[in-house]
């Protein structure tokens, strides 16, 4: 299967404990994406990656969020201090030069 | 604020009906849109993508574009049961950006 991929699938962490989620890209997409999305809405863009340079990061990220793409393959997002309100998937979508965005399958995140 | 809006259903149709499900969206600058399928607990699959005016068709799939009113649409030909899902409706305002998208509209096709 050559999709992206997203590790782990379920995430259960308490309230203050850091979180670290992965993304596989398909291999030949340059651009990476992370979004979250909570029930009844659509995803909500958190930032980008074109190779290892992050380019666009959302003016309503906290700063407990961070992302990085070190070697222009996969892609970590890890959240700091975890909060109820956190608790969301996190979808990671890969691109290849142009418009087109490929979804993995999410990973779910609950804070209790 | 760039928005993209949908009516977020539920839309029901019978099985074999045409299933119309429209969008709009606030930045005239957007150059892409897209249309997703999400299943209940999945994450979203791209069924269309459409970036001049007109209509695109794929299947039982159209999408229909109109830059000057501002508006997507898209069309479900022969609904089936298994077409039953969110639709989300996604827009992009620069090549390769990011992704701005509506709630969704929850479709139900009935057998």
């Known amino acids: 299967d050559t999709g992206v991929s997203q590790d782990p699938r379920h995430k259960i962490t308490k309230r203050g404990q850091n979180v670290t989620f992965r993304c596989d890209p398909i291999?030949?997409?340059?651009?990476l994406y992370w979004y979250r999305q909570t029930l009844g809405q659509g995803p909500e863009f958190l930032t980008y990656?074109?190779?290892?340079?992050?380019?666009?990061k959302s003016r309503l990220l906290s700063d407990r969020f961070s992302a990085e793409r070190p070697k222009g393959s996969f892609s970590t997002l890890e959240i700091q201090r975890t909060e109820q309100g956190d608790s969301a998937m996190y979808l990671c979508?890969?691109?290849?030069?142009?418009?087109?965005?490929?979804f993995g399958p999410g990973t779910r995140l609950t804070v209790t | 604020q760039k928005e993209v809006e949908q009516n977020s259903g539920p839309l029901s149709v019978p099985e074999g009906a045409i299933a119309s499900l429209n969008c709009t969206y606030s930045?005239?600058?957007?150059?892409?849109f897209f249309w997703y399928r999400q299943y209940s607990g999945k994450s979203p699959e791209l069924i269309m993508s459409i970036y001049s005016n007109g209509d695109k068709e794929d299947g039982r799939f159209t999408a229909q574009l109109n830059k000057a009113s501002q508006y997507v649409s898209l069309l479900i030909r022969d609904s089936q049961p298994s077409d039953s899902a969110t639709y989300l409706c996604?827009?992009?305002?620069?090549?390769?950006?990011?992704?701005?998208f509506g709630q969704g509209t929850e479709l139900s096709v009935k057998p």
């Open positions: 930045d005239r600058g957007s150059q892409s």
């Open positions: 996604a827009a992009s305002y620069n090549q390769g950006g990011k992704l701005i």
């Open positions: 979508a890969s691109s290849p030069p142009g418009y087109e965005q490929y």
């Open positions: 990656f074109q190779n290892e340079a992050q380019l666009e």
């Open positions: 291999s030949e997409h340059n651009r």
